[in-house]
């Protein structure tokens, strides 16, 4: 920890910027097993928000972990870490008015927890964080295993694999609740959008209704 830091006060508050873009930051955290179709919700989430005209912007594992985390490995403690990243850079992103998405396995839930106290405290007020369990059978995701993962897994090739050799700890009060063993994609996306739009969180601009 360095000691030789201080916090240099903005002048521009979060609630200017909030009225200048005229769009409310916030962080949508998606959690689940390798292939439960974390990613796939998360491009296309990303893709209907910005084609709304409203600024959003993706964190995954192809983003993050070749970049700001690739000293990183998976024990639990690099994943401790690997979270933790994510979660400040998240919260960056939504206090510049953008919608984060995050699309991570995060099998812990104090990890989890860390992140939405990490957004909910601050000097002005927190910022939203909606924790989006996607959520799917081991059984089913092994079917699909789309990287071949689960496989390598079962042969012990990979070591701490989430949900074979290494926990999934299950949300316990997710605000949305995704079975994507039953839900297609497009329906997926309707669902948070649904509950983002019932909770006050995004406002579709005029131009795109």
């Given at each position: 920890m360095?000691?030789?830091?201080?916090?240099?006060?903005?002048?521009?508050?979060r609630?200017?910027?909030?009225?200048?873009?005229?769009?409310?930051g916030?962080?949508?955290w998606?959690?689940?097993?390798s292939?439960?179709?974390?990613?796939?919700?998360?491009?296309a989430l990303?893709?209907?928000?910005?084609?709304?005209?409203?600024?959003?912007?993706?964190l995954?594992?192809?983003?993050?972990?070749?970049?700001?985390?690739?000293d990183?490995?998976?024990?639990e403690?690099?994943?401790?870490?690997n979270?933790?990243?994510?979660?400040?850079v998240a919260?960056?992103?939504?206090?510049?008015?953008?919608?984060?998405i995050?699309?991570?396995?995060?099998?812990y839930?104090?990890?989890?927890?860390?992140a939405?106290k990490?957004?909910?405290?601050?000097e002005?007020?927190?910022?939203?964080?909606?924790?989006?369990?996607?959520?799917?059978?081991?059984?089913?995701?092994e079917?699909?295993?789309?990287?071949g993962?689960y496989?390598?897994?079962?042969?012990?090739?990979?070591?701490?694999?989430?949900?074979i050799?290494?926990p999934y700890?299950?949300?316990d009060n997710?605000?949305i609740h995704?079975?994507?063993?039953?839900?297609?994609?497009?329906?997926?996306?309707v669902?948070i959008?649904?509950?983002?739009?019932?909770?006050?969180?995004v406002?579709?601009?005029?131009?795109?209704?």
């Open positions: 360095a000691t030789n830091i201080t916090w240099h006060a903005a002048n521009l508050t609630a200017e910027r909030t009225t200048l873009r005229n769009q409310r916030l962080t949508i998606l959690t689940g097993l292939a439960s179709g974390k990613s796939t919700i998360a491009v990303e893709q209907h928000l910005l084609h709304l005209g409203l600024s959003a912007y993706r995954d594992g192809d983003n993050v972990r070749f970049g700001l985390n690739s990183l490995g998976f024990s403690t690099d994943r401790n870490e979270i933790r990243r994510i979660a400040h919260k960056l992103f939504a206090d510049s008015t953008a919608i984060a995050t699309s991570f396995i995060s099998p839930k104090k990890d989890r927890e860390t939405r990490l957004h909910e405290e601050g002005e007020g927190g910022l939203p964080f909606v924790e989006c369990w996607v959520d799917i059978p081991v059984e089913e995701a079917k699909r295993d789309p990287k993962l496989k390598k897994a079962r042969q012990g090739i990979i070591k701490d694999f989430t949900g050799t290494a700890e299950v949300p997710a605000e995704l079975r994507t063993d039953q839900l297609s994609v497009e329906k997926s996306v669902k959008m649904g509950y983002l739009q019932e909770k006050g969180l406002t579709i601009p005029a131009a795109a209704k």
